[in-house]
């Protein structure tokens, strides 16, 4: 805009000194003071005005040049001192990822000090973020320390996004400081804040379903049957969650293997409370049924739940559950059975030898079933303990020709113990031994 000024100025005062060299004839002024009169070209008059006001432009640019003198000198020396925090804060990151803590302290910590700095709330969660790692070297293994730190990260007035950001750092570094159930509360918090302020799960999923990851694997770390209850009653309140963990409505910003650890701590879950002999049946029962329905329940599970039925006596319910289980299982696209549960349902004290082989030998006898070397070992031991040395007998041969494992030789040992060939149990016993120790 000033360079358009100069120009128009420019081509006036030409035009003025070509109008006066050119004109032979100009206008005349007269100028009349008392007794004197004077007289000069109009042309004349119009070109010292323009200089004059020219004259008085420069003059005030000067003056104001000069008054912003010590605003420029200021901005300048923060554009170098931004620069400078700017270049100390990207050093520092690069030291939190070359895991240098002690590097990232000299870069960062002054700017989290320095309350006149914009970096200040980049640099405490650098901070923190660094405060998780064992081998932090920030001088926070005092409570007081990375306390200190949050609660002033706190007060600087953060976005949703740092807040939770925050928060979710201190429940790592409680974990990390062995504090397990206190930061199971603190994780806690935040899953409540998040269902109840935000509208899931259409915003902040990603950031729930990390926080409840880290909660249900801090639950059972913690190993208090409450704490675990809450982590499961999470996914039994949120129909969407449900959805999202048995793979029903999979979600686009959550990537599988995140789903796949959130169903393995979810089932860890269970197991633990299926572990505790003091819940309710009619608890239990709704945790085994949410449990199906999200697809949580792996054989260490359904086991840890038929062995608490047992404990409260249900056994014809317990067996019941099994029968169904192993059928479920052979006519599923495996085609066998669970050896985990099919080794439970062998050893259950409460079920009948001549019931288990009732029900076992059919599949065993049916042409699609294709059982694994420990479930022919299991199904000679049903045999054996019903008098059927015979079958018992070709069952052991059969998961010897499959596979050579320590519990096939302790049942070969055992049944020539019976055949009162004490040498070959002898032997077998020796090579399950050598077994044991080459593992």
């Not at 429940?171 to 994780?187: D, Q």
Request: glycine content about 4%; overall charge positive; some cysteine.
């Amino acid at each position: 805009m000033r360079k358009i000024i100069w120009l128009i100025i420019a081509v006036i005062l030409i035009v003025i000194f070509a109008i006066i060299l050119l004109d032979h004839n100009p206008p005349i002024i007269m100028l009349q003071s008392g007794s004197k009169t004077y007289s000069t070209k109009l042309w004349n008059i119009i070109l010292c005005v323009i200089i004059f006001l020219i004259l008085i432009y420069i003059i005030f640019s000067l003056i104001r040049m000069i008054v912003r003198i010590p605003r420029r000198v200021k901005t300048s020396i923060n554009l170098k001192r931004g620069n400078k925090q700017q270049d100390s804060f990207t050093r520092g990151i690069e030291a939190y990822i070359a895991r240098d803590s002690l590097g990232l302290h000299d870069m960062v910590f002054s700017l989290f000090n320095d309350a006149d700095s914009k970096w200040r709330v980049s640099a405490g969660i650098l901070l923190l973020a660094d405060a998780t790692r064992s081998e932090s070297k920030l001088g926070m293994k005092g409570d007081n320390n990375y306390k200190t730190l949050i609660s002033e990260l706190e007060s600087l007035g953060l976005e949703d996004s740092q807040k939770y950001l925050v928060k979710y750092l201190s429940v790592k570094v409680m974990t990390n400081k062995g504090k397990v159930l206190p930061a199971s509360v603190v994780a806690g918090h935040i899953l409540d804040d998040l269902e109840l302020n935000y509208n899931l799960p259409k915003v902040f999923l990603f950031e729930y379903i990390n926080v409840l990851l880290e909660y249900g694997k801090l639950s059972c770390l913690s190993d208090h049957n409450d704490a675990v209850i809450h982590f499961i009653e999470r996914l039994e309140k949120n129909i969407w969650l449900q959805k999202i963990v048995s793979n029903k409505k999979p979600h686009d910003k959550i990537n599988k293997n995140y789903i796949c650890k959130l169903k393995d701590v979810f089932s860890n879950s269970l197991y633990l409370v299926f572990l505790n002999n003091k819940n309710s049946s009619d608890d239990i029962e709704k945790w085994i049924n949410l449990g199906f329905e999200c697809d949580l329940i792996n054989e260490s599970v359904f086991v840890a739940y038929i062995n608490l039925l047992s404990h409260k006596k249900s056994y014809d319910f317990a067996t019941k559950q099994l029968k169904k289980y192993l059928d479920d299982d052979f006519k599923g696209s495996r085609f066998c059975f669970s050896d985990k549960v099919f080794s439970f349902f062998v050893k259950a004290n409460w079920i009948s030898n001549e019931d288990k082989l009732g029900f076992a030998e059919p599949y065993f006898l049916n042409n699609s079933f294709k059982p694994t070397e420990l479930s022919l070992c299991l199904m000679g031991d049903i045999c054996f303990i019903n008098g059927l040395m015979g079958k018992a007998k070709s069952y052991y041969d059969k998961s010897y020709d499959k596979k050579i494992t320590i519990e096939l030789l302790i049942c070969l040992a055992k049944f020539s113990l019976y055949e009162k060939d004490e040498k070959s149990a002898i032997i077998s016993y020796q090579k399950a031994f050598d077994m044991l120790l080459s593992k």
